[in-house]
């Protein structure tokens, strides 16, 4: 059973930069894929960042240009750089590690296995 865990957030002024971080307990996850979702209160968790093995990433269209999803396989932990922060922004994150589908890796829920307990971002 992998274990996630989630760090980096906090509470920062709009256009401020967080980074927040996942470490997995082992490196069985290396080759699979890793998801950034979040969540608002009242909202549906929505997926915010992927990357896969080979380092290819997709982002949802509200954080292009401002969010950079990374990975250190030697430490075997993903990254999430925040800029330009908004108070839309605001929410719980939370870091997936899943499978792909087709070759590739997407935000659809269904296929992350394992979650962290996610880490809170509030941007005022």
């Known amino acids: 059973h992998v274990q996630l865990v989630e760090s980096g957030g906090g509470s920062v002024q709009t256009g401020g930069s967080l980074r927040l971080s996942c470490a997995a307990s082992?490196?069985?996850?290396?080759?699979?894929?890793w998801g950034w979702f979040r969540q608002a209160p009242g909202k549906e968790r929505e997926g915010v960042a992927v990357?896969?093995?080979?380092?290819?990433?997709a982002y949802t269209q509200s954080v292009k240009d401002r969010f950079t999803i990374s990975q250190d396989k030697s430490k075997n932990e993903v990254y999430l750089q925040m800029r330009s922060l908004r108070p839309e922004d605001s929410a719980m994150y939370y870091c997936?590690?899943?499978?792909?589908?087709?070759?590739?890796?997407?935000?659809?829920?269904?296929?992350?296995?394992?979650w962290g307990q996610g880490t809170q971002v509030t941007v005022s």
């Open positions: 990357i896969d093995g080979a380092g290819t990433t």
């Open positions: 082992d490196n069985t996850v290396r080759r699979r894929c």
């Open positions: 997936g590690v899943g499978r792909d589908a087709l070759g590739f890796c997407s935000t659809t829920e269904a296929l992350y296995t394992y």
